[in-house]
């Protein structure tokens, strides 16, 4: 165990309703903080990081990992509300149509985000502490609900180009190979049926024919069909949450990170992913840990 203390930031793919990447590396430290909020933009997590520096006086002696989210978020804190951070700008209800349409710019946010990125990287450098950087998606992915990409400005990259390079690979590539439902997850059966009920057509599949994939005697257009109005209806029976279970965490660590993580931590992690799976009472294994106090 390292007698320093660990700061985790990030999104819910840092803290989640189980256990993430910053729960199973915390149990390596005897301190741990973790900043992350569900939603958060990198925006958020800057400020995170300079009022954890600030309140903690982190040292050369800490340790700091970011995971950093998908560029196109908008982060605020409100007066009597807190922090707002609703993910995704193009599948919120927070802000306005015509505020997407007019100020949701791929390019502008990654200006924004690689100053974020650059800022905190020369603070670290600066602090001298051991860190290490990861990320959802890749900087080219705005949306991280659907493989939506745009070509990023090389003018921006190129300056930048230190900064991106000191960010492990993505999520989104190294364990889901660019598709979120590339394996199976949890699923929650009964909002899905709940779901699939509200837009069923008549000459639709029964519900239990849609389950069993029993699609035998259904016409292509009525597939297409069932396609267009119940969005990615087929990915979905492989897992309605494609937050990382905990094993996906643990195999990204090992995939892009020289962390070492213990045997019994490695058995702990196995078992509350089996419990996540079976729907059993996972949370008997584990307590949410690291909460802050913060604006």
């Not at 602090?127 to 950087?133: D, L, R, S, T």
């Not at 309605?240 to 643990?250: G, R, S, V």
């Amino acid at each position: 165990m390292k007698n320093k203390r660990f700061f985790a930031f990030g999104c819910s793919a840092t803290s989640c309703n189980w256990p993430t990447w910053a729960d199973i590396v915390a149990r390596q430290y005897d301190e741990y903080q973790n900043w992350a909020l569900p939603g958060a933009g990198n925006p958020f997590i800057f400020y995170s990081v300079m009022e954890a520096i600030k309140r903690n006086t982190i040292t050369k002696d800490d340790t700091v990992m970011i995971m950093w989210t998908n560029i196109g978020r908008e982060d605020r804190y409100v007066k009597g509300t807190g922090w707002i951070t609703p993910g995704s700008i193009y599948n919120q209800t927070v802000y306005s149509k015509d505020f997407v349409r007019d100020y949701a710019d791929p390019t502008g946010y990654l200006i924004r985000d690689m100053a974020h990125l650059s800022a905190v990287k020369s603070l670290l450098d600066t602090i001298g502490c051991e860190y290490k950087f990861f990320t959802t998606v890749p900087f080219n992915v705005p949306d991280d609900n659907i493989f939506r990409v745009f070509s990023m400005d090389t003018k921006i990259t190129n300056l930048y180009r230190d900064d991106i390079a000191s960010v492990a690979p993505s999520v989104f590539e190294v364990v889901f190979n660019f598709d979120w439902y590339s394996r199976p997850g949890v699923r929650d059966l009964a909002a899905l049926e709940q779901q699939y009920r509200s837009v069923q057509g008549d000459a639709w599949p029964t519900w239990e024919e849609f389950v069993q994939q029993n699609w035998s005697g259904t016409p292509r257009a009525i597939r297409e069909e069932i396609d267009e109005e119940y969005f990615f209806s087929r990915q979905l029976l492989m897992r309605t949450n494609t937050h990382l279970l905990p094993a996906e965490h643990l195999e990204y660590l090992d995939r892009v990170s020289d962390i070492e993580i213990d045997a019994d931590t490695r058995n702990w992690v196995e078992e509350v992913n089996q419990a996540i799976i079976t729907g059993a009472d996972f949370k008997q294994l584990w307590r949410p840990q690291g909460k802050v106090t913060r604006f």
